[in-house]
């Protein structure tokens, strides 16, 4: 049984550069071929955390990353 990772596609710009807009957009167009799921990837850390476990396959991986770093930036 072979895993496909799923796309991921990020939008980043400056506050009020349209990012919101073009992503209800996207997400709009993106459900016509499957299921899609916005995450904000902005100052809310903790969520981002939680947001990344549930992501296939890399979830764990990536989560582990950024417990590691966020245990190295605690003790400096």
């Known amino acids: 049984m072979q895993s496909i990772t799923p796309p991921l596609i990020a939008v980043i710009g400056s506050d ?3 990012k919101s807009t073009v992503c209800e957009h996207l997400i709009t167009v993106v459900e016509k071929y ?9 100052k809310q850390a903790g969520n981002v955390g939680r947001a990344v476990t549930k992501l296939p396959l890399m979830g764990k991986s990536l989560h582990k990353t950024i417990e590691r770093n966020q245990v190295k930036t605690a003790k400096k």
């Open 16 to 18: 009020g550069s349209g």
């Open 34 to 42: 499957g299921a899609a799921e916005r995450v904000h990837l902005g």
